[in-house]
């Protein structure tokens, strides 16, 4: 049996998790998620010890039915995680003259093209800057969705490995290369 799929979920005090089939939402103090899982699982709302917990189970030992088992608790956790504490992705923009700013709730990056490149969050996503303009922070309840726009954001100017100009995950290590050598 799989050991993150046997594992209950708690459900702390403010989170409402509503159960129709296969159709799981869960509001909290920091949103409202939604998510269609897999028919084959089953996914039960049960008390333990006075607390609410989720229990997810599954129907045989199947390889199929296994990953399933994992991934739906791995999901379910993410989502009552996130309408609690939310999730964040931090990025560092490198290079002499780049910087990001925040106009409006959109992320604006002056990354070295001729324009600015503009970014309008998705519902539920906030950008942070730092006052020097060069840590970004995408903040939301949606573990998939902030990992998503920290791609995308990064994808704008990526490192590149001769003088680590770009944008970067802040916990994101780059391989420096060796220039030319003059003669």
Do not use: C, W
Not at 120 to 127: M, S, T, W
Not at 153 to 173: F, N
């Amino acid at each position: 049996m799989s050991r993150i799929g046997r594992k209950p979920i708690p459900v702390p005090a403010g989170v409402q998790v509503s159960i129709d089939g296969a159709h799981v939402q869960v509001k909290g103090p920091r949103g409202q998620l939604a998510r269609e899982f897999s028919p084959e699982i089953s996914i039960a709302l049960e008390q333990h010890e006075g607390q609410p917990q989720v229990v997810v189970t599954r129907p045989t030992d199947q390889p199929r039915h296994r990953a399933l088992h994992g991934l739906t608790r791995a999901l379910l956790a993410n989502m009552v995680t996130g309408v609690v504490d939310g999730f964040r992705r931090d990025l560092q923009i490198e290079g002499t003259g780049y910087r990001g700013e925040v106009k409006g709730g959109a992320l604006v990056l002056l990354v070295g093209y001729s324009h600015p490149v503009r970014f309008d969050p998705p519902e539920g996503i906030a950008f942070e800057v730092d006052r020097v303009g060069r840590a970004v922070t995408v903040r939301g309840p949606d573990k998939e969705m902030v990992g998503e726009i920290a791609a995308r954001i990064r994808r704008v100017r990526p490192p590149e490995p001769y003088l680590g100009k770009g944008i970067r995950y802040s916990d994101e290590r780059i391989r420096r290369k060796a220039g030319k050598t003059g003669r």
